[in-house]
């Protein structure tokens, strides 16, 4: 079991910055590959980026290539998400998840999810 808790979210004007926190615990939580996903309202769940279990995969989408980089520190057992660039079209709850191992950018194969964080970027 492994549990992971969102924070960082906020409101920003757009073209700033946010750094989302994804703080994991439990058994082997190191070993797991992270996902960050975001759900704006009326829109389904839609994968923005993941990294595996050591950082040597990384996968974005293409949506916010070039303005988002996701990190993980495992002596710390967290991920991060960098949000440089924000668009108002980037306002959506973010959600953090847990896999095994390697990376996936759809959202069914993840098993363990947190409870969200809101961004809102104003135009």
């Known amino acids: 079991q492994v549990q992971l808790v969102e924070s960082g979210g906020g409101l920003v004007q757009a073209g700033g910055s946010l750094r989302l926190s994804c703080a994991a615990s439990?058994?082997?939580?190191?070993?797991?590959?992270m996902g960050w996903f975001r759900q704006a309202p009326g829109k389904e769940r839609e994968f923005v980026a993941a990294?595996?279990?050591?950082?040597?995969?990384?996968s974005y989408a293409d949506s916010v290539k070039g303005r988002f980089t996701i990190f993980r520190d495992n002596a710390k057992n967290t991920v991060f998400l960098q949000m440089n660039s924000l668009k108002p079209e980037d306002t959506a709850v973010y959600y953090c998840?847990?896999?095994?191992?390697?990376?996936?950018?759809?959202?069914?194969?993840?098993?363990?999810w947190g409870q969200g964080t809101q961004v809102t970027v104003s135009s």
């Open positions: 998840a847990a896999r095994p191992f390697t990376i996936q950018t759809i959202a069914t194969e993840y098993r363990y």
């Open positions: 439990g058994r082997d939580s190191r070993s797991y590959a």
């Open positions: 990294i595996s279990w050591n950082g040597g995969g990384i």
